[in-house]
Antibody, heavy 119, light 107 residues
């Protein structure tokens, strides 16, 4: 059974870079036509797609965040990562990593990691 | 960007009753790439329905999805205590993928 687990710093200072890693177990990120996805949820609010990456390395970023986002793969560790630079308080959110499947949508999801932007 | 508008924003129902949740898209959704997720407090979203009407693995048959084009519905036929949660629709046929703002189903 595929499982995903987010890790990284839970507190980031304004203007700095948010860095998160998603470790995938129970399956290889180098196989299949899946997108490895980041989604976030500000406290008490809805879900926002950040972007995703395929095992080929091709990426898609939400235009609202594109200038600040980088998603990358580390196949040797079966991980993918998110970097979001120049963060502000508006970037405070629960960040989820997940697998995107063309016909299914997004499944499964990691449990999420809360990132707070504060000095 | 396709905007998804869910209604109502919250819904009060009793266990055993039926709940009907709506999701309306600002543009036609390609090939019914429309999913529904359930999010319980403190948990990640869980896929319930994909392709507008197909139940995901292990999802009880009291959950059903319908609709096409711009109008979609999630129906929970007989609410169980564990069904009280927030439900999100999600379109994944056009980029950027977008989510509705959620419907909270309360006791």
């Amino acid at each position: 059974q595929l499982q995903l687990q987010e890790s990284g710093s839970g507190l980031v200072k304004p203007s700095e870079t948010l860095s998160l890693t998603c470790t995938v177990s129970g399956g290889s990120i180098s196989r299949g036509a899946y997108s490895w996805t980041w989604i976030r949820q500000p406290p008490g609010k809805g879900l926002e797609s950040i972007g995703y990456i395929y095992h080929s390395g091709s990426t898609y970023y939400n235009p609202s965040l594109e200038s600040r986002v980088t998603i990358s793969l580390d196949m040797s560790k079966n991980q993918f990562s998110l970097k979001l630079n120049s963060v502000t308080a508006a970037d405070t959110a629960l960040y989820f990593c997940a697998r995107g499947v063309t016909i299914f949508g997004i499944d499964p999801w990691g449990q999420g990691i809360l990132v707070t932007v504060s000095s | 960007e396709i905007v998804l508008t869910q209604s109502p924003s919250s819904l009060s129902v009793s266990p055993g009753e039926r709940a009907t949740l709506s999701c309306r898209a600002s543009q036609t959704i390609t090939s019914t790439f429309l999913a529904w997720y359930q999010q319980r407090p403190g948990q990640a979203p869980r896929l319930l329905i994909y392709g507008a009407s197909s139940r995901a693995t292990s999802i009880p048959d009291r959950f059903s999805g319908s609709g096409s084009g711009t109008d979609f519905t999630l129906t929970i036929s007989r609410l169980e205590p564990e069904d009280f949660a927030v439900y999100y629709c999600h379109q994944y046929g056009s980029s950027p993928q977008t989510f509705g703002q959620g419907t909270k189903v309360e006791i």
